[in-house]
């Protein structure tokens, strides 16, 4: 469609336009009169650029900032979780430095150098089956260990931030722990004063051994919650370390007496564990 | 009124546009003038005249949202207008490439008149005249591009 020529009314009002502009334009140039206007609509748009922002913007970062710390607090979690326990680890071992080792110049060296590096590897729990642990005979643990491949770990002592889980009994991919409460486990334990010994025997219980002894030949008094130390006679277990504490004694009969022992450490409080290495 | 704030923020776009790339081209001395084009653009495709007072309404706009001095952009529209508005049914005789020299010699004209205001003491014959020759391919290249994809683009030059 054809468009109309402006007519003269149109192109007076151009002209009274274009004159109003140019004369605004030369006021804005000459003076600051508009200053204000301009600082306005500035402030207005800054104003309304944040809103608009506070309302789309900020909702999804927050969102993704959430997400993202929550991802970063659980690794970090996870972190401090793992290094909490090796100190643990540590602890304990610091705490029997004298008496855990068979090689007690292995710790007195590390004492006089001032150099703390104990000889355990890191181990890291594959699997193990609580419900079995809980219910049944046998009790096993499956653990990786964070160390030396070429290293032979059969027989070395497991144990956690409590104490003495049990021993290394077979090395493949993964390596597996008889636990001190397999029935098939035989532990030789001492009391303090060196003149009880026995060989303690898993009782198919969690976080229970049972000894039976004959108290003819044994003659020293036994108490309840009195502490139960390892012997060190089997040759696997250094001795002097505190096992447990003896929870009841059965008198069976007059030749034979059983005490039932509560162990110190559960395989299944941590997942990280120690692997001492000879 | 809706098709009036359409076009006004159609206007906010295009400037915003328009004032991100400035800050690209500057130092290859080129200016584009999106926001003058697109409003030239706006007049010529009208079917009816565009009035002296949306004309300088528009260019007022221009001078508070580009930060610039009021009246600058409210006169070069009003004139422009004016000059679409009486030569409408001419340019439906031109050939594309007159109609596209004569946008780009008006953004050229557009970018003397404004460096004139604003950048007198700086004032570059070589930006105007880079600026010139860019704006006229710039025409060229939206006038082709209209002319291979007519229904994508919904211009008619």
């Known amino acids: 469609m054809a468009r109309t020529a402006p007519t003269p009314g149109q192109k007076i009002s151009f002209i009274m336009l274009t004159l109003i502009s140019t004369l605004i334009l030369y006021l804005d140039l000459t003076s600051n009169n508009f200053q204000n206007i301009k600082n306005g609509f500035k402030a207005f748009k800054i104003s309304s650029f944040y809103i608009l922002k506070e309302i789309s913007i900020e909702p999804i970062k927050s969102i993704i900032s959430f997400t993202k710390s929550k991802d970063d607090l659980l690794e970090e979690n996870k972190n401090l979780k793992a290094a909490l326990e090796l100190s643990y680890l540590n602890n304990y071992l610091v705490s029997k430095e004298n008496i855990f080792y068979k090689d007690k110049e292995i710790i007195k060296n590390a004492h006089d150098k001032g150099d703390y590096k104990f000889a355990y590897d890191v181990a890291y729990l594959k699997s193990i089956d609580p419900n079995m642990f809980i219910c049944c005979d046998k009790h096993r643990m499956f653990i990786e260990i964070k160390g030396n491949n070429d290293a032979s770990y059969n027989e070395s002592i497991v144990f956690n931030s409590e104490g003495i889980l049990g021993q290394i009994i077979n090395e493949s991919k993964f390596y597996e722990v008889l636990l001190l409460t397999d029935i098939s486990h035989s532990l030789p334990i001492k009391l303090k004063s060196n003149k009880f010994y026995c060989n303690a025997k898993g009782s198919g219980r969690a976080e229970y051994i049972t000894c039976n002894y004959n108290p003819l030949i044994w003659t020293e008094v036994i108490n309840e919650s009195q502490a139960v130390y390892t012997s060190g006679l089997g040759g696997v277990y250094p001795k002097d370390i505190e096992i447990g504490y003896v929870n009841s004694i059965i008198n069976t009969n007059s030749k034979e007496t059983r005490i039932e022992i509560k162990l110190l450490a559960n395989p299944l409080n941590g997942s990280q564990f120690g692997v001492l290495n000879y | ?157």
């Open chain 2, 1 to 157: 009124m809706t098709s009036l704030f359409k076009r006004f923020f159609l206007i906010i776009f295009i400037n915003f546009i328009d004032q991100n790339l400035a800050i690209l081209f500057s130092k290859l001395f080129i200016i584009i003038p999106l926001t003058f084009l697109a409003y030239s653009f706006y007049v010529y495709k009208s079917d009816k005249n565009i009035s002296a007072l949306e004309a300088f309404s528009f260019g007022f706009f221009v001078d508070l949202i580009s930060d610039t001095f009021f009246g600058l952009n409210a006169t070069i529209y009003c004139l422009v207008t004016y000059f679409i508005n009486q030569n409408a049914n001419s340019f439906k005789l031109f050939s594309y490439l007159q109609i596209c020299l004569f946008f780009g010699l008006s953004a050229s004209a557009y970018v003397g008149f404004t460096q004139l205001i604003t950048n007198l003491y700086d004032f570059s014959y070589i930006t105007l005249l880079v600026s010139s020759i860019v704006n006229i391919i710039f025409c060229f290249f939206i006038a082709l591009i209209s002319s291979y994809f007519p229904q994508q683009l919904n211009i008619k030059l």
